[in-house]
């Protein structure tokens, strides 16, 4: 056991070791990327990437795939200091996320790096993501909230308040602009088709609705990398989780106030890749003229 100055230093040292394991561990991942194109689901969080990436494993194409949802590292940086907890960002994830970036900017001769992305309808995908990082907000949530000592009203008020709305609105110019040097809003989304597929100087991109996976996800993949029998493969939904119940009676009783539903609806994402009807859809069911799905 190591000490220092007589005081044991021992979770420093844990620390460390882990680190350090984490990081040769991604090398030997990453070591492979020279016999085979990589994939990469870069994407930011709760849009269905899981489900993506799942899929493709599934389709065992011989070639590595790989989940991040930052490659900036001002983001990186960012997500680190929110989240002092290590076990809530494994270590493993941000030299992973760190590996990718420098060998994406460098480039790979011979390679054209293959990026899949989403991209959501902002107010699902907040509430998606409050649900998932709940016991930032609320230690104990799940015995709290079965023990009826966290209110619905607390937690949408907790949701308007205290979430970073703002982050689904920015991560296309944030990350993939910054990094991959790909402007998506550049030229126009084909609405009615769901995807669209973005040519850069070493990478190619296919954006997908989340909405639209299901119906337009097959002729996507198809024309992405060939593949003709693409199944989706639902994985991480919010049904599996043990916050469902608490997140379900969110999505039944709440009511979102005007200046909300207008500052992520006006924004230049919902604007850009979801039409006026669908914009109003998604109005109707957050103000509660509908049902939420």
């Known amino acids: 056991m190591l000490s220092f100055g007589g005081k044991v ?3 420093s040292v844990d620390k460390s070791f882990h ?3 984490a990081y040769h561990h991604c090398r030997l991942r990453l070591s492979n990327l020279s016999d085979a194109d990589p994939i990469v689901v870069y994407q930011m969080g709760k849009v269905g990437s899981s489900t993506i990436k799942t899929s493709l494993v599934n389709l065992r194409l011989g070639m590595p795939v790989y989940q991040v949802h930052w490659l900036a590292q001002e983001s990186i940086d960012q997500v680190l ?3 002092a907890d290590a ?3 494994p270590a493993s994830h941000i030299w992973e996320s760190q590996f990718l970036c420098r060998k994406i900017v460098r480039g790979i001769e011979g390679k054209n790096w293959k990026i899949v992305t989403l991209v959501r309808e ?3 995908r907040n509430l998606s993501a409050f649900f998932q990082n709940i016991h930032k907000w609320f230690p104990d949530f799940n015995s709290r909230f079965q023990s009826r000592s966290i209110t619905i009203e607390q937690l949408i008020d907790c949701f308007l308040e205290e979430f970073p709305h703002h982050e689904p609105l920015n991560w296309f110019d944030s990350e993939m602009k910054k990094i991959l040097k ?3 809003f550049a ?4 609405q009615s088709q769901g995807y669209k597929i973005y040519e850069g100087s070493n990478v190619s991109v296919l954006l997908l609705r989340t909405e ?3 119906q337009c996800s097959r002729d996507a993949f198809q024309e992405f990398l060939g593949i003709e029998d693409f199944e989706v493969i639902n994985d991480n939904t919010s049904n599996e989780k043990e916050y469902f119940p608490a997140y379900r009676e969110v999505l039944d009783s709440i009511r979102l106030p005007d200046g909300y539903l207008d500052r992520m609806y006006s924004s230049k994402l919902s604007q850009h890749f979801y039409c006026r009807e669908a914009i109003s859809r998604f109005r109707e069911k957050w103000c509660g003229k509908k049902s939420v799905d």
């Not at 030229?187 to 084909?190: G, L």
């Open 9 to 11: 230093k021992r979770n």
């Open 19 to 21: 680190l350090s394991k």
């Open 81 to 83: 200091a929110n989240h």
């Open 87 to 89: 076990k809530k960002v």
């Open 122 to 124: 902002p107010i699902a």
């Open 182 to 184: 790909i402007d998506v």
């Open 187 to 190: 030229c126009d989304f084909p």
């Open 212 to 214: 639209d996976i299901h």
